[in-house]
């Protein structure tokens, strides 16, 4: 089964992070990100722009589009990754690995009820 492993964090900090500091979190998780390659279990993964590049479409009657992420939270969506996992236990341990590599904030995850890869090239 597919499970989405949302990645919040508090944006101001991560954004306040050194080209260094991001840089190692980011090779730690490509470790993580590189076992579960090589277990052919990794699907699509990103990294979201920060919420100030966000727009919301609110969908009201006309439809609103505002600047800016859609609700004020401490801890922001700052990524994704999709990953195939026999159960909610397995997709734990995932998420504890990506915990390791990049301490704080949460993660969230949801099994995928749908997943249309589309044809977009990165």
Not at 32 to 51: C, E, I, Y
Not at 72 to 91: H, M, P, S, W
Request: include cysteine; glycine fraction near 10%; aromatic fraction near 6%.
């Amino acid at each position: 089964m597919l499970y989405a492993i949302l990645c919040y964090h508090d944006e101001d900090l991560v954004g306040s992070w050194t080209q260094e500091q991001d840089a190692a979190v980011m090779q730690k998780l490509a470790v993580v990100q590189d076992k579960l390659t090589r277990q052919g279990r990794l699907g699509p993964v990103a990294r979201l722009l920060p919420t100030t590049a966000a727009t919301t479409l609110r969908k009201e009657n006309p439809p609103v589009v505002l600047d800016g992420p859609f609700a004020e939270t401490k801890e922001q969506l700052l990524g994704f990754y999709i990953v195939d996992c026999r159960n909610l236990d397995e997709a734990l341990d995932v998420a504890r690995d990506l915990g390791a590599a990049n301490p704080g904030g949460a993660y969230e995850i949801r099994p995928v009820g749908l997943l249309n890869p589309g044809g977009l090239k990165p």
